[in-house]
């Protein structure tokens, strides 16, 4: 997103999707490392939003 955010500025706008699955929003046994990755994937989308 670092990178390809001030190209999408200069072309005037663009889109960045990311995709997760539910485990970002809730746990699973024996899945801490997934559950995790996820979740700070929905963080930092939700951040990116907001900035």
Sequence with gaps: MRA????????????????????????APLAS???ASKHALIGLTQSAAQE
């Design 33 to 35: 490392a997934y559950c």
């Design 4 to 27: 390809e955010i001030p190209a999408m500025i200069a072309a005037g706008g663009g889109v960045i999707v990311n995709i997760t699955f539910t485990m970002g929003f809730v746990g």
